[in-house]
Antibody, heavy 121, light 110 residues
Framework: QMQLVQSGSEVKKTGSSVKVSCKTPGNTFTYRYLHWVRQAPGQALQWMGFITPFNDDPKYAQEFQGRVTITRDKSMSTAYMELSSLRSEDTAMYFC??????????????WGQGTMVTVSS | QSVLTQPPSASGTPGQRVTISCSGSSSNIGSSAVNWYQRLPGTAPQLLMFSNDQRPSGVPDRFSGSKSGTSASLAISGLQSEDEADYYCATWDDSLHAVVFGGGTKVIVL
Protein backbone atom coordinates (compact mmCIF):
# COMPACT_ATOMS: atom_id res chain seq x y z
CA GLN A 1 0.00 0.00 0.00
CA MET A 2 1.51 3.31 -1.06
CA GLN A 3 1.76 5.75 1.78
CA LEU A 4 3.03 9.14 2.81
CA VAL A 5 4.79 9.48 6.18
CA GLN A 6 4.88 12.87 7.86
CA SER A 7 7.04 14.28 10.63
CA GLY A 8 5.80 14.55 14.20
CA SER A 9 3.77 17.22 15.95
CA GLU A 10 5.24 20.65 16.60
CA VAL A 11 4.69 23.42 19.14
CA LYS A 12 5.83 26.82 17.96
CA LYS A 13 5.89 30.40 19.20
CA THR A 14 3.98 33.18 17.47
CA GLY A 15 6.14 34.74 14.76
CA SER A 16 8.37 31.71 14.28
CA SER A 17 8.44 29.17 11.43
CA VAL A 18 7.64 25.48 11.14
CA LYS A 19 8.86 22.95 8.57
CA VAL A 20 6.85 19.77 8.08
CA SER A 21 8.19 16.85 6.07
CA CYS A 22 6.39 14.24 3.99
CA LYS A 23 8.31 11.12 3.01
CA THR A 24 7.32 9.10 -0.01
CA PRO A 25 9.00 5.71 0.50
CA GLY A 26 10.76 4.28 -2.51
CA ASN A 27 10.29 7.42 -4.62
CA THR A 28 6.77 6.19 -5.34
CA PHE A 29 5.43 9.67 -5.91
CA THR A 30 8.42 11.30 -7.55
CA TYR A 31 6.33 11.89 -10.67
CA ARG A 32 3.21 13.10 -8.87
CA TYR A 33 2.07 16.56 -7.84
CA LEU A 34 2.51 16.71 -4.05
CA HIS A 35 -0.09 18.88 -2.30
CA TRP A 36 -0.47 20.29 1.20
CA VAL A 37 -3.84 20.70 2.92
CA ARG A 38 -4.58 21.86 6.45
CA GLN A 39 -7.52 21.77 8.84
CA ALA A 40 -7.76 24.07 11.85
CA PRO A 41 -9.91 22.94 14.80
CA GLY A 42 -13.58 23.28 13.92
CA GLN A 43 -12.76 24.59 10.45
CA ALA A 44 -12.95 23.22 6.92
CA LEU A 45 -10.16 21.66 4.89
CA GLN A 46 -7.96 24.32 3.30
CA TRP A 47 -5.64 23.80 0.33
CA MET A 48 -2.22 25.39 0.70
CA GLY A 49 -0.42 24.55 -2.52
CA PHE A 50 1.54 21.92 -4.43
CA ILE A 51 4.91 21.16 -5.97
CA THR A 52 5.15 19.86 -9.52
CA PRO A 53 6.86 16.55 -10.26
CA PHE A 54 9.28 17.40 -13.03
CA ASN A 55 10.82 20.80 -12.38
CA ASP A 56 9.76 21.08 -8.70
CA ASP A 57 7.91 24.29 -9.43
CA PRO A 58 5.69 25.26 -6.47
CA LYS A 59 2.24 26.82 -6.67
CA TYR A 60 0.62 28.42 -3.60
CA ALA A 61 -2.87 29.38 -2.56
CA GLN A 62 -3.21 33.16 -2.54
CA GLU A 63 -3.91 33.34 1.20
CA PHE A 64 -0.52 31.77 1.94
CA GLN A 65 1.58 33.65 -0.63
CA GLY A 66 4.70 35.06 0.95
CA ARG A 67 4.46 32.83 4.03
CA VAL A 68 4.62 29.28 2.67
CA THR A 69 7.42 27.47 0.88
CA ILE A 70 7.00 23.99 -0.56
CA THR A 71 10.12 22.11 -1.63
CA ARG A 72 11.13 18.59 -2.57
CA ASP A 73 14.36 16.61 -2.12
CA LYS A 74 14.11 13.76 -4.60
CA SER A 75 17.30 12.14 -3.28
CA MET A 76 15.57 11.81 0.10
CA SER A 77 12.13 11.03 -1.39
CA THR A 78 10.85 13.80 0.83
CA ALA A 79 8.76 16.93 0.38
CA TYR A 80 8.64 19.85 2.79
CA MET A 81 6.19 22.58 3.70
CA GLU A 82 7.55 25.56 5.62
CA LEU A 83 5.17 28.16 7.03
CA SER A 84 6.61 31.37 8.46
CA SER A 85 5.36 34.28 10.60
CA LEU A 86 3.17 31.85 12.49
CA ARG A 87 0.07 33.13 14.27
CA SER A 88 -2.45 31.41 16.50
CA GLU A 89 -4.79 30.86 13.54
CA ASP A 90 -2.16 28.58 11.99
CA THR A 91 -2.80 26.02 14.72
CA ALA A 92 -4.01 23.09 12.62
CA MET A 93 -3.44 19.59 11.37
CA TYR A 94 -1.31 19.69 8.23
CA PHE A 95 -1.53 16.93 5.59
CA CYS A 96 0.40 16.08 2.46
CA UNK A 97 -1.56 14.33 -0.28
CA UNK A 98 -1.25 13.09 -3.85
CA UNK A 99 -3.47 11.96 -6.68
CA UNK A 100 -2.21 8.45 -7.37
CA UNK A 101 -5.26 7.06 -9.16
CA UNK A 102 -7.56 8.07 -11.96
CA UNK A 103 -8.92 11.27 -10.48
CA UNK A 104 -8.02 14.76 -11.62
CA UNK A 105 -6.76 17.75 -9.67
CA UNK A 106 -8.11 17.65 -6.14
CA UNK A 107 -8.88 13.92 -6.09
CA UNK A 108 -6.36 13.09 -3.39
CA UNK A 109 -6.44 9.35 -2.79
CA UNK A 110 -3.23 9.02 -0.78
CA TRP A 111 -2.71 11.12 2.36
CA GLY A 112 -0.08 11.43 5.03
CA GLN A 113 -1.13 10.74 8.60
CA GLY A 114 -1.14 14.44 9.45
CA THR A 115 1.13 16.68 11.53
CA MET A 116 -0.36 18.75 14.32
CA VAL A 117 1.15 22.22 14.57
CA THR A 118 0.26 24.25 17.65
CA VAL A 119 1.11 27.95 17.75
CA SER A 120 1.09 29.80 21.03
CA SER A 121 2.57 32.94 22.50
CA GLN B 1 -15.95 31.70 4.07
CA SER B 2 -15.60 28.70 1.77
CA VAL B 3 -15.78 29.06 -2.00
CA LEU B 4 -18.06 26.02 -2.22
CA THR B 5 -21.24 26.06 -0.13
CA GLN B 6 -22.43 23.02 1.81
CA PRO B 7 -25.12 22.71 4.48
CA PRO B 8 -23.51 22.51 7.93
CA SER B 9 -25.35 19.34 8.86
CA ALA B 10 -27.58 16.55 7.59
CA SER B 11 -29.20 13.73 9.50
CA GLY B 12 -31.14 10.54 9.07
CA THR B 13 -32.04 7.31 10.76
CA PRO B 14 -30.33 4.01 9.90
CA GLY B 15 -31.43 2.79 6.49
CA GLN B 16 -32.55 6.20 5.26
CA ARG B 17 -31.12 8.15 2.34
CA VAL B 18 -29.25 11.38 3.01
CA THR B 19 -28.17 13.88 0.36
CA ILE B 20 -25.50 16.56 0.75
CA SER B 21 -25.36 19.49 -1.66
CA CYS B 22 -22.34 21.47 -2.82
CA SER B 23 -22.91 24.76 -4.62
CA GLY B 24 -20.29 26.67 -6.55
CA SER B 25 -19.88 28.79 -9.66
CA SER B 26 -18.88 28.65 -13.31
CA SER B 27 -15.19 28.98 -12.41
CA ASN B 28 -15.14 25.87 -10.21
CA ILE B 29 -17.92 23.26 -10.27
CA GLY B 30 -19.18 24.60 -13.58
CA SER B 31 -15.89 23.80 -15.30
CA SER B 32 -14.18 21.08 -13.23
CA ALA B 33 -14.92 17.66 -11.81
CA VAL B 34 -16.06 17.42 -8.20
CA ASN B 35 -14.54 15.17 -5.57
CA TRP B 36 -15.91 14.19 -2.16
CA TYR B 37 -14.11 13.32 1.07
CA GLN B 38 -15.14 11.67 4.31
CA ARG B 39 -13.32 12.80 7.44
CA LEU B 40 -13.60 10.66 10.53
CA PRO B 41 -12.21 12.04 13.83
CA GLY B 42 -8.51 11.42 14.22
CA THR B 43 -7.97 10.18 10.68
CA ALA B 44 -6.86 11.71 7.40
CA PRO B 45 -9.60 12.56 4.88
CA GLN B 46 -10.61 9.65 2.67
CA LEU B 47 -11.51 10.10 -0.99
CA LEU B 48 -15.11 8.98 -1.34
CA MET B 49 -15.94 10.07 -4.87
CA PHE B 50 -13.90 11.50 -7.76
CA SER B 51 -14.75 12.91 -11.17
CA ASN B 52 -18.31 13.69 -9.99
CA ASP B 53 -19.63 10.14 -9.77
CA GLN B 54 -16.74 7.67 -9.65
CA ARG B 55 -16.14 5.57 -6.54
CA PRO B 56 -12.57 4.60 -5.63
CA SER B 57 -12.00 0.92 -5.01
CA GLY B 58 -13.35 -0.11 -1.63
CA VAL B 59 -16.01 2.57 -1.29
CA PRO B 60 -19.45 0.97 -0.86
CA ASP B 61 -21.99 1.53 -3.62
CA ARG B 62 -24.28 3.08 -1.00
CA PHE B 63 -22.38 6.26 -1.83
CA SER B 64 -23.19 8.01 -5.10
CA GLY B 65 -22.33 11.38 -6.60
CA SER B 66 -23.74 13.66 -9.26
CA LYS B 67 -23.17 17.06 -10.79
CA SER B 68 -25.38 19.46 -12.69
CA GLY B 69 -24.26 22.90 -13.79
CA THR B 70 -22.63 24.65 -10.84
CA SER B 71 -23.89 22.25 -8.17
CA ALA B 72 -23.00 18.76 -7.07
CA SER B 73 -24.39 16.32 -4.56
CA LEU B 74 -23.40 13.26 -2.60
CA ALA B 75 -26.03 10.72 -1.62
CA ILE B 76 -25.74 8.08 1.06
CA SER B 77 -28.38 5.40 0.82
CA GLY B 78 -28.98 2.77 3.48
CA LEU B 79 -27.44 5.07 6.10
CA GLN B 80 -25.31 3.26 8.68
CA SER B 81 -23.94 4.37 12.04
CA GLU B 82 -20.39 4.28 10.71
CA ASP B 83 -21.35 6.93 8.12
CA GLU B 84 -21.45 9.53 10.89
CA ALA B 85 -18.62 11.84 9.83
CA ASP B 86 -17.79 15.14 8.17
CA TYR B 87 -18.09 15.27 4.38
CA TYR B 88 -16.34 17.77 2.09
CA CYS B 89 -16.66 18.56 -1.60
CA ALA B 90 -13.64 19.82 -3.53
CA THR B 91 -12.72 20.91 -7.03
CA TRP B 92 -10.34 23.11 -9.01
CA ASP B 93 -11.16 26.80 -9.39
CA ASP B 94 -9.99 28.35 -12.68
CA SER B 95 -10.17 31.93 -11.39
CA LEU B 96 -8.32 31.33 -8.14
CA HIS B 97 -5.97 28.74 -9.68
CA ALA B 98 -6.47 26.70 -6.56
CA VAL B 99 -8.11 23.59 -5.19
CA VAL B 100 -11.18 24.74 -3.26
CA PHE B 101 -13.12 22.89 -0.59
CA GLY B 102 -16.63 23.21 0.74
CA GLY B 103 -17.22 24.17 4.35
CA GLY B 104 -18.09 20.60 5.26
CA THR B 105 -21.30 18.83 6.25
CA LYS B 106 -21.62 16.84 9.43
CA VAL B 107 -23.77 13.77 8.90
CA ILE B 108 -25.56 12.62 12.04
CA VAL B 109 -27.12 9.20 12.29
CA LEU B 110 -30.09 9.48 14.63
Amino acid sequence: QMQLVQSGSEVKKTGSSVKVSCKTPGNTFTYRYLHWVRQAPGQALQWMGFITPFNDDPKYAQEFQGRVTITRDKSMSTAYMELSSLRSEDTAMYFCAVVAGDGGVGAFDIWGQGTMVTVSS
Amino acid sequence: QSVLTQPPSASGTPGQRVTISCSGSSSNIGSSAVNWYQRLPGTAPQLLMFSNDQRPSGVPDRFSGSKSGTSASLAISGLQSEDEADYYCATWDDSLHAVVFGGGTKVIVL
